[in-house]
Nanobody, 116 residues
C-alpha cells in the first residue's frame, strides 16, 4: 500500500509563503505524475499544479506566477512552493500520485489558512 504524507501547512498572513512537501512510500514515484490539489470549504476539489515524469509542469490560472511545483525523485518527494499567499488560497491541500488507473493514491491533506 502506497502512502503519501503531506506536511508544511499552517496559518500565515496574506503575502507570506509556505512550502508544502509530500513524501511517497511507493517505488514507482519517478514514473508517476504528481499532483497538488486543494479543497476549500463548500467547494469542489481542484487541481492546483501538476508535474509529469519529464518535469513538465502545469498550474491553475489562479496560482500561476505564485506557486511552483517541483519533485525530487531520489527522495520520492514532491513540493509546492506557495508565495504571495492570499485568503482565497485557504484550503486543505492534497497530493496525488498517479501511475495507472489502479495505481492512484492520495495523501491525507494538510491545512493551509491565510489570514487577511
Amino acid at each position: 500500500q502506497v502512502q503519501l504524507v503531506e506536511s508544511g501547512g499552517g496559518l500565515v498572513q496574506a503575502g507570506e509563503s509556505l512550502r508544502l512537501s509530500c513524501a511517497a512510500s511507493g517505488s514507482l514515484f519517478s514514473m508517476s505524475v504528481m499532483y497538488w490539489y486543494r479543497q476549500a470549504p463548500g467547494k469542489q476539489r481542484e487541481v492546483v499544479a501538476t508535474a509529469t515524469t519529464g518535469m513538465t509542469t502545469t498550474y491553475a490560472e489562479s496560482v500561476k506566477g505564485r506557486f511552483t511545483i517541483s519533485r525530487d525523485n531520489t527522495k520520492r518527494t514532491v513540493y509546492l512552493q506557495m508565495n504571495s499567499l492570499q485568503p482565497e488560497d485557504t484550503a486543505v491541500y492534497y497530493c496525488r500520485q498517479w501511475y495507472s488507473p489502479t495505481y492512484d493514491y492520495w495523501g491525507q491533506g494538510t491545512q493551509v489558512t491565510v489570514s487577511s
